[in-house]
């Protein structure tokens, strides 16, 4: 069976566009959800996490495929 492609969240979203603008996955973070009471260390390890979810892993693709073009 062909696997439903999911489209992220409004959140994950403005996360994909904030990494290819900045580069940096914890500055992204910072954009796109509230920190305000996170430290930086926790900031950097959910980025991370957020980085390796199947579908920003695919959102960014898509991203980076239509620069390349």
């Given at each position: 069976?062909?696997?439903k492609?999911?489209?992220?969240?409004?959140?994950?979203?403005?996360?994909?566009l904030a990494?290819?603008?900045?580069g940096?996955?914890?500055?992204?973070?910072?954009?796109?959800y509230?920190?305000?009471k996170?430290?930086?260390?926790?900031?950097?390890?959910?980025?991370?996490?957020?980085?390796?979810?199947?579908?920003?892993m695919?959102?960014l693709?898509e991203?980076?495929?239509g620069?390349?073009?």
């Amino acid at each position: 069976m062909a696997e439903k492609k999911r489209k992220p969240t409004i959140k994950r979203e403005k996360f994909c566009l904030a990494v290819l603008k900045h580069g940096n996955a914890s500055q992204a973070y910072r954009e796109a959800y509230n920190t305000e009471k996170m430290k930086p260390a926790s900031m950097h390890r959910v980025s991370q996490e957020l980085m390796a979810h199947p579908t920003v892993m695919a959102r960014l693709a898509e991203l980076r495929a239509g620069v390349v073009e």
